[in-house]
């Protein structure tokens, strides 16, 4: 298991156990637990108020296996090109939106097989700056960024009636918490660095793309002819921004310990 992995385990039995009133029950897991591994015992025990166990109850031979990781399965571990094929991106907008950004993202997004999806205050049309309109899939009351693999916020003027709005804050945040990539761009990163202002994050502040811990902002989206790049590292904001989208989510959001410093 990855150290992520380790640590959704720890917590999960930590969470579970926590429910239980009677001291046999968390006491009696944990000493099971000692038969599998002492620091996985030890760290429970710790969470569920378990005396902390000093010794193995079998021997850990060490032994991996192949198959039990979620990484095992990623398309790099496999030898296959990253692809964001069927992931579901929410495109948070209200009147007032970039329309040129907007729509150069959900075409590149649609392009490469991911289904995008307007989220907005309201299920009914909302209307750019340049005048155009749109359809809203959904409203923001009425769907989570849960549904979500990752979210994206276009520039423009919305982006002050987006920052009045305590659900978009939420969405933002609880996206940040669960480590999916979100993609902000012109405007939209003031919105992004308002929900995820936390120690350790950056944002772009001039012409540059920054890729901090998935979150990847731009002010302004570049030149991208040559259609996606998807790799690590990319300088353009769309072959950045769905790189990350291909990767599922970035734990090491979660081990640098950023996501315990939102509220989501």
Not at 65 to 73: E, N, T
Not at 228 to 240: E, H, P, R, S, T
């Amino acid at each position: 298991m990855s150290e992520d992995e380790k640590s959704h385990i720890i917590n999960t039995l930590g969470f579970e156990l926590d429910h239980c009133d009677d001291p046999v029950v968390y006491e009696r897991m944990v000493e099971r637990l000692t038969d599998i591994d002492l620091g996985l015992a030890q760290a429970v025990a710790e969470k569920a108020g378990a005396p902390t166990p000093t010794q193995a109850g079998r021997p850990n031979h060490g032994k991996k296996a192949k198959g039990l990781s979620q990484f095992d399965f990623t398309p790099e571990a496999l030898g296959l090109p990253a692809t964001i094929a069927s992931r579901m991106v929410a495109i948070i907008i209200a009147d007032g939106f970039n329309f040129l950004e907007y729509e150069e993202v959900k075409g590149a997004l649609t392009a490469a097989g991911a289904l995008p999806f307007n989220i907005g205050p309201k299920r009914q049309p909302i209307k750019s700056s340049g005048g155009k309109s749109v359809s809203a899939d959904h409203h923001l009351e009425g769907m989570r960024s849960t549904m979500f693999d990752s979210i994206y916020i276009p520039g423009g003027e919305h982006v002050s009636t987006l920052l009045k709005q305590g659900r978009v804050i939420h969405w933002v945040r609880e996206a940040f918490g669960h480590c999916k990539a979100i993609g902000a761009t012109g405007e939209g990163v003031k919105l992004v660095q308002v929900a995820c202002a936390v120690e350790g994050m950056t944002f772009s502040t001039s012409g540059e793309v920054v890729d901090s811990y998935g979150v990847v902002t731009a002010q302004g989206l570049g030149k991208n002819e040559e259609g996606l790049n998807m790799v690590k590292g990319a300088k353009n904001f769309l072959d950045a921004y769905t790189y990350n989208i291909s990767q599922h989510r970035n734990f090491q959001r979660e081990l640098d310990g950023l996501t315990s410093m939102v509220a989501f």
